[in-house]
């Protein structure tokens, strides 16, 4: 049987950086802002379904390791009860089947609330979910794309449709989700600037 959580922890924490920020598609109790440290999110995954096709596959963000050690990847905390979660991961295992991987990473939050740009005066972030699952793609799936030129990337994103509807839609709703937490997410602020 696989453990969720602490032992003394009655709760499971779940942590979306793309879609499950604005559409998680389950129930929680609560949910809060956080990040995950030494990753960066990219557009480097692809989507042969929800987002694009096969023959024209979309792109939807994923998990690489960062260039600066530090480097902050906010997204949204799920809280959820232990009762119940094998229904919503499993749920979710099947959702995020086209390549992703559903590993455990601890997930901080700032002294001073959302935002890269807040000043903690010294303060340490806080741990607030300790073996959040999280899922990504790493570069061995087969739907994995890799790194592009921005121009590149964008325009595919563009041009891309699958059963979830527009790949734009996707990107714009990651946009509006930084925006919602004052963060400035380098890698989508440069796709956004090639799609205006």
Request: net charge negative.
């Amino acid at each position: 049987m696989m453990a969720y959580g602490d032992s003394d922890n009655e709760c499971v924490y779940v942590f979306g950086y793309g879609s499950l920020m604005w559409r998680p598609g389950f129930a929680y109790i609560r949910k809060f802002d956080g990040y995950i440290m030494n990753m960066k999110r990219v557009f480097w995954q692809g989507s042969m379904d929800h987002r694009g096709t096969p023959a024209a596959p979309g792109r939807v963000v994923t998990l690489a390791h960062a260039d600066q050690e530090g480097h902050k990847t906010w997204g949204v905390v799920f809280v959820i009860p232990k009762e119940g979660a094998y229904e919503i991961l499993d749920s979710l295992d099947y959702r995020e089947k086209g390549g992703y991987l559903r590993v455990r990473m601890d997930v901080f939050s700032s002294p001073c609330g959302s935002g890269i740009n807040d000043d903690d005066g010294g303060r340490s972030p806080i741990l607030s979910a300790r073996g959040a699952y999280v899922y990504y793609g790493d570069e061995t799936n087969r739907q994995y794309l890799g790194p592009a030129p921005a121009c590149q990337i964008a325009s595919q994103i563009y041009s891309s449709f699958g059963r979830s509807g527009p790949n734009i839609d996707y990107l714009l709703n990651v946009a509006k989700e930084m925006d919602r937490m004052n963060v400035k997410d380098d890698h989508i602020t440069e796709l956004m600037e090639h799609i205006r």
